[in-house]
């Protein structure tokens, strides 16, 4: 079983040239609902019915796991049994008809200009560390890059002459301008800091960590809450609400969707107009917080 579990990890990699984090997500579900199956059933995954698919999905609600959650582990074993019909280890797929509760899809929370400010004004620059922070921050604002992109990038991948950042992804390149400061923070960070900052020379990262070392997910996402402390923004802030805010301010200057699109690095143009609902939302409180008869 764990050689089937392992086959469609490479399957995932090799093939389908998923991202590190869909292939993370989606190892995980499979793994935790066999575990499950083991435990609670004495079943195999190859063995498993629609019915303890159902049972699984009512556990998890059972156990307050979030909607999305809930959808997603669906997804990933839908896929997973999909993949052994089509390898031929299973004759058919368990994930049939199985309804689950959908939660109301909440909209994705953003920073106001002013909090931006805030935050990227945050960083001390005294040291190496407080240079390089405030050119991630900038970086990330700059961009609206992912954190995986963000961690992932090189120092070739900058073109300090040009102004821009590449970032590539399995399918594709998209090269993405700097603003001024953004600019300034980086070029900083590169030409004074890097380098005294690297385990090794030939280490490529663009961002290391105090060890010298490429910067992890973990490691940003505590620098980033330590600075939303130390700004007293009470907003919850992941490094995704960065990327939100990032694409909603674009749109509230006049960016067209299609370049957003392309800016963001979405396949699907719906990835990207989720956000014209944050625009509408937000004239409508406006409307109804200023108009004299609403």
């Known amino acids: 079983m764990l050689d089937l579990i ?9 093939v389908k040239q998923a991202s590190s984090n869909t292939i993370s997500s989606y190892m995980r ?28 999905m009512s556990v998890m609600e059972s156990d307050n796991r979030s909607a999305a959650t809930i959808s997603r582990t669906l997804a990933s074993l839908k896929n997973f049994y999909a993949y052994l019909v089509s390898s031929g280890f299973c004759e058919k797929t368990p994930v049939t008809d199985i309804r689950i509760t959908r939660g109301e899809k909440k909209l994705p929370q953003i ?12 960083p001390v620059c ?18 609206g890059i992912r954190v995986s992109e963000l961690i992932e990038l090189d120092l070739d991948d900058v073109n300090l002459d040009l102004g821009i950042v590449k970032c590539s992804t399995s399918k594709k390149t998209r090269a993405i301008p700097l603003y001024p400061a953004a600019l300034r923070a980086l070029s900083v960070y590169i ?20 060890n010298g070392v490429r910067m992890s997910r973990q490691g940003f996402w505590k620098i980033l809450k330590h600075y939303q402390e130390t700004a007293h923004i009470e907003k919850e802030i992941t490094p ?10 674009l749109l509230e200057n006049g960016a067209d969707l299609g370049s957003l699109q392309e800016l963001m690095g979405h396949c699907d143009i719906s990835s990207t107009q989720m956000y014209t609902h944050l625009i509408n939302q937000k004239i409508r409180s406006v409307y109804e917080k200023c108009h004299p008869k609403a």
């Not at 392992?6 to 090799?14: I, M, P, R």
């Not at 083991?38 to 049972?55: F, G, H, P, R, Y």
């Not at 920073?111 to 805030?118: A, F, M, P, S, Y």
């Not at 800091?193 to 490529?204: C, H, K, N, Q």
Request: glycine share 2%.
């Open 240 to 249: 995704h609400t960065l990327r939100h805010s990032f694409a909603v301010h």
């Open 111 to 122: 920073l106001t200009g002013r909090e931006i400010e805030l935050l990227l004004s945050q």
């Open 126 to 143: 005294v040291d190496a560390k407080g240079f390089r922070d405030k050119a991630m921050l900038e970086v990330m604002y700059a961009t």
């Open 29 to 56: 579900d499979i793994r935790q609902f066999s575990d499950w199956l083991m435990e609670c059933k004495d079943t195999e995954v190859m063995d498993a019915t629609q019915l303890n698919i159902s049972q699984y």
């Open 191 to 210: 030409r004074d800091i890097r380098e005294s900052m690297l385990a090794s020379p030939d280490e490529t990262a663009l961002f290391v960590n105090i």
């Open 6 to 14: 392992k086959a469609y990890e490479n399957y995932l990699t090799k």
